[in-house]
């Protein structure tokens, strides 16, 4: 079983940047694939970016293309989101989540471990 703890959250201003963290403990990640979620008070969570097992496959959702950069490093066995450009529509508690093996995925129930959120604050 893997657990995960995301940190580097805060409040920025808007056209800031924060870089997020997901580091793992229990197993290495070198096998999950990982991703980044987001929930916005009265929202539902939806997934803002994913990165397959050896980081060859990636996923982004529409509103952050191009801002938003997700990268792994096995050695750490950790996960970053690089988010640039923020907006305050960006403001969210951010959650990692985990799956073994499989493919990425935008879908919550593609993931089996999930941390417990760091919350993101984008100022106007």
């Known amino acids: 079983q893997v657990q995960l703890v995301e940190s580097g959250g805060g409040l920025v201003q808007a056209r800031g940047s924060l870089r997020l963290s997901c580091a793992a403990s229990g197993r290495t990640i070198s096998r999950y694939t990982i991703a980044w979620f987001r929930q916005a008070p009265g929202k539902e969570r939806e997934c803002v970016s994913a990165?397959?097992?050896?980081?060859?496959?990636?996923y982004y959702a529409d509103a952050v293309k191009g801002r938003f950069t997700i990268s792994r490093d096995d050695a750490k066995n950790t996960v970053y989101l690089q988010m640039n450009s923020l907006v305050p529509e960006d403001t969210a508690v951010y959650f990692c989540a985990a799956v073994y093996l499989r493919s990425p995925t935008p879908e919550m129930k593609g993931y089996d471990y999930w941390g417990q959120g760091t919350q993101v604050t984008v100022s106007s």
């Open positions: 990165i397959s097992r050896i980081g060859d496959s990636t």
